[in-house]
């Protein structure tokens, strides 16, 4: 994953693409994948009340790939999310990343934090993983994948969702949480927590956390991890001692370089653990 200054980077097509405006400017760490031997863009995906806009990549050749769903922040399906698709079609997967609050709103145009919220307050659990289920039969369809191999990450919100997920489609072979809160207050349209699932959760997860981050308490942490001790899932939790929240967000200040390659090895670990 080669890194590139943060001139270059604004100099190339995929900036078009966007960052949303709440995050500007682009960190100098940010990362930057080549599309070279691969298929990458959007694509649309069919759901029950119309088209989902998605981004999609995978390699130009080949057949039976494994499959990743990869689930954004608030920020929605930007340069970063789209950047790490290709990583993961550097690896031999389709990966696709579906942008999951479309009907509530297009984020990427926002310019704050607190325009961005009220959208993503909208969006119902139960539409989430219809749109994931709709998001993994069409990778089977039209992008080659191999629908016994599935598995899926996210980041922040998409941390969450991976978890919610796992408890739902018990097809997924494994997931990767970055971040994402397990506890919180629930309603109509956020029902249950990871917490509320871990006892009964079959889906193997790994879920990646940060010791500094002030968002998700380490006391949460531990009751997922209480939590987990029932489940037959084989679950795991790591916790990186001194990262702060987003620390994989290499577009971000929060980006913390040694513990996010750590992170990327142990995901990739953890898919091939469980076949895929």
Not at 136 to 164: D, E, Q, S, Y
Not at 176 to 181: E, L, M
Not at 219 to 243: C, F, G, H, N, W
Not at 246 to 258: G, N, Q, W
């Amino acid at each position: 994953m080669p890194e590139i200054t943060r001139r270059q980077f604004i100099a190339t097509a995929a900036f078009a693409s966007g960052f949303a405006l709440a995050v500007q400017p682009i960190a100098s760490s940010t990362i930057m994948t080549s599309s070279d031997g691969l298929i990458a863009g959007a694509v649309k995906i069919p759901v029950k009340d119309g088209e989902m806009p998605a981004y999609r990549a995978m390699p130009a050749t080949g057949t039976n790939f494994p499959i990743v769903l990869v689930i954004h922040e608030i920020f929605g399906v930007h340069a970063h999310i789209e950047d790490v698709c290709r990583r993961f079609a550097k690896l031999g997967y389709v990966a696709i990343a579906p942008q999951l609050f479309t009907r509530q709103g297009d984020v990427l145009k926002l310019s704050s934090i607190d325009e961005i919220r009220p959208i993503v307050a909208k969006v119902p659990d139960v539409q989430v993983m219809s749109d994931l289920d709709a998001t993994a039969a069409w990778a089977v369809k039209n992008a080659k994948g191999n629908p016994a191999k599935l598995v899926t990450t996210g980041f922040c919100w998409g941390g969450r969702i991976v978890w919610l997920y796992a408890a739902h489609n018990p097809k997924v072979k494994a997931g990767v949480a970055w971040y994402g809160r397990l506890v919180g207050d629930t309603n109509t349209l956020m029902p249950k927590y990871p917490v509320d699932l871990a006892s009964s959760l079959k889906v193997p997860v790994l879920g990646l956390y940060g010791g500094k981050d002030t968002g998700i308490p380490l006391t949460t942490v531990e009751q997922m991890r209480d939590r987990l001790k029932s489940s037959s899932s084989k679950s795991e939790i790591i916790v990186y001692p001194d990262a702060p929240h987003a620390f994989f967000a290499d577009y971000r200040p929060s980006y913390r370089e040694a513990d996010a390659k750590d992170g990327w090895q142990r995901l990739q670990a953890w898919f091939k653990q469980h076949g895929a």
